[in-house]
Every structure is written in structure tokens, then in C-alpha cells.
């Protein structure tokens, strides 16, 4: 049951935490619980058909398809995300005036709501495809009966939930001037951790050994299995013994977004003539 509770629990947190971070940025959307809902349904739905044929994937590339597959869903993420932010750059502004009518709201605010639903998805897709392979295998080692899964996979899905509203509401309770500014430099470092991930999963697989070097080593200080470190490893991409290469495209997706942001930027809105 602990062994459940711990893997439930620790994959649904990172995605929780992403959940959290989407509802907080479209809070002024509407219609946007069917977007998220929809991700959410996509990605359990992607979950299940990749534990099913989890023994293929694994089998194809020569043993890395699945670090492949990671790698692949981790970019689609980064695309998605860097996309959302530089949307925003140019349309945000018309979204929160509020001077705007709801028709249109509607109508610019899907167009987000598409990347980020997909981001969902694509969290949920890989979380829940560890969870189904973690928990078949605490299975197959014949620690605890179904019940004893079953228990444990609900309480800590309970507490990934929890940590999910959580994060939603911390970030609700910012000012709403603030909260786009804030959203916006938590998707990027969000973008540029997930991109950091995959040039690991790319390495494991041998498809990319260039500036291999480890930069640092701060497991003893903060450790990436920690519960800090796996907080920070969601959020940011914090990794405790980062590559060359990770650091390098950690980096770079960073200053591309912003370069693309201020590229696309809508121009402040002209100032009324003042009456004479």
C-alpha cells in the first residue's frame, strides 16, 4: 500500500502541479474547464494505450523507446508552452481589458486554451504511463494484495489532487495585475525545464552525448528525490547534477521566449485625447 501511495502520489504531484499552474492562467477564460477537462481525458486516455503496449515501446530503438517516447512528448510540451507565452505577449492585453466584450473573450481565449490543454495532456500522458508501469511492477514483485494497491493508488491520487487546488489558489490569491506576470515566468522556466528533460532522456538514449559534462553536483544540499527537490523538478526543471547541454538549452529556450515575446508584443494601447 505505501509503495502505491508513494508512486500515485509523486507522478500526480508533478502533474498536479502543472494543472494548477493552467487553471491559475486561464481563470478569466471561459469555457475553459472544458478545455482542461479535456486534456485531463486525453492524456488518461494516452496513459492506458501506452501501459498497454509498454513492452513494445521499450523493445523499439534498441531498449530506448521509451526515453525516445519522453523525450518526444517532453518537446511537444516546450513548443505548446513557448507558444501559449508568445500568444499572450501579443493578445493579452485585449483579454484583461475589460472594456472587451465577452464574444470576443471567447473567441481569442480558445486559441491558448488549445496549447495549454495539450500541455495537460501531455503531462497527464506521461505521469499516468509511469504510474501504470510503477504500479504493474510493485504488482508483479507480489508486494500487497489489489486491495492494498488499490488503496494506496487512491489516497495518494487524494493528495495529488490537494496539491493541485493548492497551487491554484496560492496562485489566486496574487493581485490580477500580477498574476499574468507571474503565470508567464512560471511557464517559462516550466518550458525550460521540460526541455532540460529531454536533452536527459536523449542522452540515456545515446541520441545526444555532446557537452555531457555534469556543471554541478548539489544532491547533498538539495536533493532531486527530495520532496523540495521534486517540487522544484515540476516547476522549474531542477535537476541536481545538471549536463552542459542541459544547462546550455535550459538557457536558450529561456532567451528565445523572450526575444519571441518581445518580437510579437502587442504596442501600449494609445491614451485618450483629453477632452477640451
Known sequence: MLAALIIVFREVFEAGL????VLAVTSAVPHRLRWIGAGLFAGLVGA??????AGTLTQLFEGM???????GILSAAVIMLTWHNV???RHGRE????LRTM???VAEGAKPLVALATVIAIAVLREGSEVALFLYGVAASGDGGGR???GGGVLGLLLGVAVCLATYFGLMRI???????TTTVLITLLSAGMAAQAVFFLARANWLTTFDQVVWDSSAVLPERGVAGRTLKALIGYTDQPTAMQLAVYIGVIVATITLMRLTAAPPAPRAAPAE
Not at 483579454?95 to 475589460?98: A, D, H, L, V
Open 18 to 21: 502543472i494543472v494548477g499552474i
Open 48 to 53: 492506458c494505450i501506452v501501459a498497454a503496449f
Open 65 to 71: 523507446g521509451q526515453e525516445l517516447f519522453n523525450a
Open 87 to 89: 500568444w499572450m505577449a
Open 95 to 98: 483579454m484583461s481589458n475589460e
Open 103 to 105: 464574444g470576443q473573450a
Open 148 to 150: 492494498a494497491l488499490l
Open 175 to 181: 493581485p490580477p495585475r500580477a498574476l499574468f506576470k
